[in-house]
């Protein structure tokens, strides 16, 4: 990243191609395409690309202006789909994005460090934080009151978790 630059979030990636006039499929990674929709361009790969339209499905179609033919849009195959956190819209209170967990202290409630948020997932039952502990072991737990809170920039987890 380039120093100062509005960190990057990551909404989906490129699935492959759709038909023969550049349309891409893409794997969702937010909740809908609903912020998708609101966008004019987003970062695919290294490049500033400008959406045209969005077909919604399990695996939304989106057509770019820059991409007009089937070998473009497969060259873009696997290439993450990002916009500056920024451009998000704001939130409501108790409400977060990942990315802005990712990199969160982890401490018990008495202040003991216990890590770094390396990585949030959901499998479908809530979000799992994923904690990098002092020496390198990564441990999972969930995001859940009592268990994992989010509380003034940091995470209170219950120690007992991290076993």
């Known amino acids: 990243m380039i ?20 349309d891409v499929r893409l794997k969702l990674f937010a909740e809908g395409i609903e ?27 989106v057509r770019f202006a820059e991409i ?5 849009a497969e060259a ?19 409400e977060y994005y990942h990315a802005d967990l990712i990199g969160l202290p982890c401490e018990s409630e008495s202040g003991e460090a216990l890590g770094t948020i390396v990585a949030v997932e959901n499998f479908g039952a809530g979000d799992i934080l994923e904690i990098e502990q002092p020496g390198g072991r990564r441990t999972m737990v969930p ?18 978790f991290l076993a």
């Open 143 to 160: 995001f859940r009151d009592g268990v994992a809170d989010l509380e003034e920039g940091r995470i209170v987890v219950d120690p007992v």
């Open 76 to 94: 873009l195959r696997s290439q993450l789909l990002t916009i500056a956190r920024s451009a998000l819209p704001p939130l409501d209170d108790g």
């Open 3 to 22: 120093p100062n630059e509005d960190p990057q979030v990551t909404l989906a990636a490129v699935a492959g191609a759709h038909g023969i006039g550049g």
């Open 35 to 61: 912020t998708l929709k609101r966008l004019d361009t987003v970062r695919v790969g290294d490049r500033m690309l400008s959406i045209v339209s969005i077909k919604p499905g399990p695996n939304p179609i």
């Open 68 to 72: 007009t033919d089937r070998n473009a």
